[in-house]
């Protein structure tokens, strides 16, 4: 079987496990208010006394908390042993936006996905998201040259700084053109992702497909493919996956279906999201909303004084506050049963990972907060 055309122009090479990086800052719980020292721990008994840490640490341990503090009334940040707080941030994603622009997206479709995807990029949230924005058909629409499609119009920058050379393309390009040549076009954005994947290591790559129709064109051969066999493009999208690049597709009105669903299945993305013709412009915003949560995996970087060893790995906790709930901390769950975390190697961990239920949940809300709370006794799933 022929492989894509993509597949033979990729060189392979290893592929770093996506994790989540963490920003040190710590809890303010000291007598006083005053940063506790990195030499130092307070007491659990909940006094706040702080005491200077000697070799082998309290008790004889290797550890500068001494894992006491409440068990009845959940943990507290602010509390004495949990001094020592880290706020989680996702791992930075780069977006690949590929964009219909084929004379069928004219009208308000146009003018609604322009203004939602303005919205998208200015909203706060998506501050930190690495963006980048093509169109299809390019200059030459008969082109099945996949690297006529690799160098975005707009190339990577980071959001909210970005924002403006994203509008500024959107508001320089009308829709035109008869042909809609998804196969090059996706090709191209797939072979852009690998490279940032080859340039940032251990960083999310995903490519968007937004698109409102079947593919048409760019010529009826592609390098032994057609183009316009959805198979052929849903196979693109498969060896985007085989290179840690996955595939997103918005569906905007007038898409078929089946097509976009099988494109995003390939691409590893289940199914694609589709916009009703009832409100474009929201529910468009809404499904890049959705994309920007669903491409981060829900891993984090063990904290450096866990790795290092002065905090114990079981004095650590994870406490998850959603955009609109009060705190909460999630269970150590080793079998994840159900709504909790655990490590990736218990006997060596370097990766906290959410179970299941609770990784759905923090993509359902982009919004939501996750700190790594060190010094109490870690909770454990009944």
């Given amino acids: 079987m022929k492989l894509p055309l993509i597949e033979q122009r990729l060189i392979p090479f290893a592929l770093t496990l996506f994790g989540l990086s963490v920003a040190a800052s710590f809890g303010g719980c000291a007598p006083g208010g005053d940063l506790p020292d990195e030499t130092s721990f307070a007491s659990g008994s909940g006094g706040g006394a702080s005491t200077t840490a000697s070799s082998g640490g309290q008790g004889g341990d290797d550890t500068i908390f001494d894992g006491g503090g409440p068990t009845d009334s959940g943990l507290d940040p602010d509390s004495a042993c949990g001094a020592l707080v880290e706020q989680a941030k996702a791992t930075p994603l780069n977006l690949y936006v590929t964009f219909d622009k084929s004379q069928s997206m004219a009208g308000t479709k146009w003018n609604s996905a322009k203004a939602g995807l303005n919205a998208f990029v200015s909203d706060p949230v998506s501050a930190g998201v690495f963006i980048a924005l093509n169109f299809f058909p390019g200059k030459n629409a008969t082109t099945c040259d996949q690297f006529a499609y690799k160098e975005p119009v707009v190339p990577f920058g980071e959001l909210p700084a970005n924002a403006m050379a994203v509008s500024d393309a959107m508001n320089a390009e009308m829709p035109d053109g008869f042909s809609t040549p998804i196969y090059p076009a996706l090709g191209g954005a797939i072979l852009k992702g690998v490279e940032v994947l080859q340039n940032k290591p251990g960083e999310v790559s995903a490519v968007l497909l937004v698109t409102d129709g079947l593919p048409v064109g760019p010529a009826p051969m592609c390098g032994g493919a057609n183009p316009e066999d959805p198979q052929a493009i849903a196979d693109l999208a498969a060896t985007g996956v085989n290179f840690g690049v996955r595939t997103f597709v918005i569906g905007l009105p007038g898409v078929d279906q089946s097509f976009a669903n099988k494109v995003a299945a390939a691409g590893g993305t289940d199914a694609a999201i589709l916009v009703s013709i009832a409100n474009v412009q929201a529910e468009f915003q ?74 759905k949940a923090v993509k359902a809300d982009f919004k939501a907060k996750v700190q790594i709370l060190m010094g109490c006794k870690t909770e454990i799933a009944n």
């Fill in 286 to 359: 809404n499904a890049l909303s959705k994309v920007r949560g669903e491409a981060l995996p829900c891993e984090y970087d063990i904290p450096s004084k866990v790795s290092s060893g002065d905090v114990d790995t079981d004095l650590v906790n994870v406490e998850l506050t959603f955009a609109d709930g009060m705190p909460q901390i999630l269970p150590q769950d080793s079998a994840c049963a159900g709504e909790g975390w655990k490590y990736d190697d218990p006997a060596k961990p370097t990766k906290i990972l959410f179970c299941d239920a609770s990784c």
